[in-house]
C-alpha cells in the first residue's frame, strides 16, 4: 500500500471521529471530571456511565497526575484550557477530591472559587473525610464525625465503617462493582447527603465532618439522556 493510500485511510478516520464527537455534542453539554484518587472514584464514574451508555464524548473521568486537591485543579484547568482552545469548551468542569489531611485543601477550593469570578465553569465535588462517605451514605444517615485514632488515619476509620456493610467485606481501593452493588441506594444516598449539607450550611459547610456533595455529580449524571 503506497503513502498516499494510507494519508487517504488516516484522514478518513479523522473525519469519522470528528463527526461522532460532533453528534454526540449535538446531543447535549460536554462535561469533564478530574479524580483525585487513580482507581476508586474513576472506577465507580465509570460504572455509572457504563450503565447509563454515557459515551466518552460527553463525559470524560480524568485521573489525576499528583494527589493534592491542588494538582487536581491544576490538571482540570489544563485540559479545559486545551479543550477550549480548540474551540469547543467543556461546558462543566468537575474536580473531585477529599479534605483528609491535605494542606491544600482550602486553597484549592479558593481557587475554583477564582475560576468561577473568572468565567470558568468550574465546581468543587468534595467530601469530609473522604469518598468513602459517600458509600456510606448509601446504608444510614449519619452525622457523626470521623477522627484518626492510634495508627489509623481518618480515612482508615470511614473504609472501617464501609467494611462492616453488607458485600463490603474485602473492600479495597479501586475495587470493581460498587455502584452495581449500591445503585438501588442511591436515592437513599442523595436524600442524606442533601440531608447533611442543610445541617452543615449552619456551620459553614465544607468545614463540617462529615460532608459530601458527591451527590450533586452523581444526580447529574444518572439525569442525562
Known amino acids: 500500500m503506497g503513502s498516499d493510500d494510507l494519508f487517504k485511510k488516516k484522514k478518513a478516520r479523522t473525519t469519522a471521529q ?3 464527537n460532533n453528534s ?3 446531543k447535549g453539554d460536554r462535561y469533564l471530571i478530574v479524580c483525585e484518587g487513580t482507581k476508586t472514584e474513576p472506577q465507580y464514574l465509570a460504572e455509572i456511565l457504563f450503565h447509563k451508555k454515557i459515551p466518552p464524548q460527553r463525559v470524560k473521568v480524568e ?3 499528583g494527589s493534592s486537591p491542588d494538582r487536581v485543579v491544576d490538571h482540570a484547568l489544563k485540559i479545559y484550557e486545551e479543550d477550549a482552545r480548540s474551540g469547543d469548551a467543556y461546558d462543566k468542569v468537575f474536580c473531585i477530591f477529599d479534605r483528609d489531611t491535605h494542606p491544600s485543601f ?3 477550593i479558593q ?3 477564582q475560576l468561577i469570578k473568572n468565567g470558568k465553569p468550574f465546581v468543587a465535588i468534595t467530601s469530609t473525610p473522604c469518598f ?6 448509601h446504608f444510614d444517615y449519619s452525622d457523626a464525625p470521623f477522627h484518626p485514632a492510634g495508627k489509623k488515619s481518618v480515612g482508615d476509620q470511614v473504609v472501617a465503617q464501609l467494611k462492616k456493610k453488607s458485600g463490603f467485606a474485602k473492600y ?3 475495587v470493581k462493582g460498587v455502584y452495581s452493588l449500591l ?3 442511591t436515592a437513599n444516598a442523595i436524600g442524606y447527603a442533601e440531608r447533611l449539607r442543610v445541617i452543615a450550611g449552619k456551620n459553614g459547610q465544607r468545614e463540617a465532618n462529615p460532608w459530601t456533595n458527591v451527590d450533586e455529580l452523581v444526580s447529574l449524571l444518572l439525569d442525562l439522556r
Do not use: M, Q, S
Open 172 to 174: 479495597g481501593k479501586g
Open 63 to 65: 485521573p489525576n497526575n
Open 183 to 185: 445503585k438501588d441506594k
Open 132 to 137: 468513602e462517605f459517600w458509600i456510606l451514605l
Open 111 to 113: 481557587h475554583i472559587h
Open 24 to 26: 454526540e455534542r449535538a
Open 18 to 20: 470528528l463527526a461522532r
Open 106 to 108: 482550602n486553597p484549592a
